[in-house]
C-alpha cells in the first residue's frame, strides 16, 4: 500500500448547468470512490432547476457562478479553486467507476507531463428500460463515441468527459476559451496545446459511463449540432478532412457514400434503371467495407442483434442530420467570416 505523499491528490472538477436529472449518479459515483486523496468539486453554471439542492446533498465543493457563463467558465472556475495536484474534469451527466481516480493516479504518475484522455464506457448510464433509457440509442452513441475516441494513437484531441492534466500545466496553459463555440471547447483546448509541444495521450482503460436519455429524435439531433459546430471549426481551423475524434475518417465518408448510394436509390426509383440500383448496392457494400472496425465494435459491444439494427441506423438514417448539419456549418462559418 503507498502512503499518502507517494499519492497525487485528484481534484474531480464537475461544470453543472441544470443537471438535477443526472446529477444524483455522477456525485453519488463521485464520492463513492475508493481513491485514498480527492475532491469533489461542483460548478454551477446558474441553474434554474434544483441543481444546487442536489448538489448540497453531497459532500463536495460548491462554487455558484452568479450568470449563466457556460461550461469554459464553469471549468476554470473549478480548476482555478481546485487544491489538487492533478485535475480530472468530467462532466455532470457521467458516473465514474469507482476505481476511476485509481487509474487517474496510476497513469498520471507515469505521465505527468501529458493531458491523458479517457473515453465514455460503450454501456451507458441510463437506468435500465425502455428506448430512451439505456436503450438502443443510447447503447449506440456509446460505442460510437468509445471507439472514434480511441482508434487514432496518438489522438487529436482529449474530451472533457474525462481529461486528466496538471493543475500547474492547466494555470499555463491560459484554461478554457470562455468566448468559444458553445460546445468543442476541448478540441480546441487540445488543438491550442499540442500546437504548443504539449503531448496528449489517450488511455481507454479512463472511462465514465455516460447518461443520454436519447430516443430517436434526441439521437438525431445531436448528431446535427455536433456536425454543424465541428464543421464551423473545422473551417476555420483548416482541418476539414482530419481523421479528429467523433470526426472521424469514417463517419465523414459514411455521409459522403450514403449521399451517392440513396441519390442512386432515388434515380432508380424515378426512372426504373435497374443498373442504378446495383450501383447504389455495389457503393453500400464498400461503406461498409469502410467501416468495418466499427461495424466490430458494435458486435464487439453488444453482439450481433444489436451489430444489424445498429449498421442500419448507421448507414441509413445517421447521415441524415450529419449531413444537413455540415451543410448548416458551412453556412454558419460563411455567415461568421462574411460578418467580421
Not at 93 to 118: F, N, R, W
Not at 255 to 275: E, F, I, Q, S
Not at 304 to 332: C, E, R, S
Amino acid at each position: 500500500m503507498e502512503n499518502n505523499d507517494s499519492v497525487p491528490f485528484i481534484s474531480v472538477v464537475i461544470p453543472n448547468r441544470n443537471g438535477e436529472a443526472t446529477l444524483p449518479a455522477c456525485l453519488g459515483a463521485a464520492t463513492g470512490s475508493d481513491y485514498p486523496r480527492y475532491e469533489v468539486i461542483v460548478v454551477d453554471d446558474a441553474s434554474t432547476d434544483r441543481s444546487v439542492e442536489v448538489i448540497e446533498g453531497f459532500h463536495i465543493r460548491l462554487i455558484r457562478l452568479d450568470k449563466q457563463k457556460g461550461a469554459s467558465a464553469a471549468r476554470n472556475a473549478g480548476a482555478e479553486a481546485a487544491k489538487g495536484d492533478v485535475i480530472f474534469f468530467t462532466d455532470a451527466d457521467c458516473v465514474m467507476p469507482m476505481d476511476t481516480l485509481g487509474t487517474v493516479a496510476s497513469v498520471y504518475k507515469k505521465h505527468p507531463e501529458a493531458v491523458i484522455g479517457g473515453t465514455y464506457s460503450t454501456e451507458p448510464g441510463d437506468p435500465p428500460g425502455g428506448s430512451g433509457k439505456q436503450g438502443f440509442y443510447n447503447r449506440f452513441q456509446a460505442v460510437f463515441v468509445n471507439f472514434s475516441e480511441t482508434k487514432r494513437i496518438p489522438p487529436d484531441y482529449i474530451a472533457t468527459h474525462a481529461m486528466v492534466i496538471s493543475k500547474k500545466q492547466f494555470e499555463a496553459s491560459g484554461g478554457f476559451d470562455e468566448e468559444f463555440m458553445p460546445i468543442l471547447e476541448d478540441v480546441e483546448f487540445s488543438h491550442r496545446l499540442k500546437a504548443k509541444g504539449v503531448r496528449l495521450l489517450m488511455r481507454p482503460g479512463i472511462q465514465v459511463r455516460h447518461i443520454f436519455g436519447f430516443d430517436l429524435m434526441l439521437s438525431l439531433r445531436n448528431a446535427y449540432k455536433k456536425t454543424r459546430y465541428w464543421v464551423m471549426y473545422s473551417i476555420g481551423n483548416k482541418d476539414l478532412f482530419r481523421d479528429s475524434g467523433t470526426a472521424s475518417f469514417e463517419i465523414k465518408l459514411n455521409t459522403a457514400l450514403w449521399g451517392v448510394y440513396m441519390g442512386l436509390t432515388v434515380a432508380y426509383l424515378l426512372t426504373g434503371h435497374r443498373v442504378l440500383l446495383q450501383d447504389a448496392a455495389e457503393f453500400y457494400i464498400i461503406n461498409l467495407l469502410v467501416n468495418v472496425r466499427f461495424l466490430y465494435a458494435m458486435f464487439k459491444a453488444h453482439g450481433p442483434g444489436f451489430l444489424l439494427t445498429g449498421t442500419l441506423y448507421y448507414t441509413i438514417v445517421y447521415p441524415a442530420p450529419v449531413a444537413i448539419g455540415g451543410l448548416m456549418g458551412v453556412a454558419g462559418y460563411m455567415k461568421g467570416k462574411h460578418n467580421k
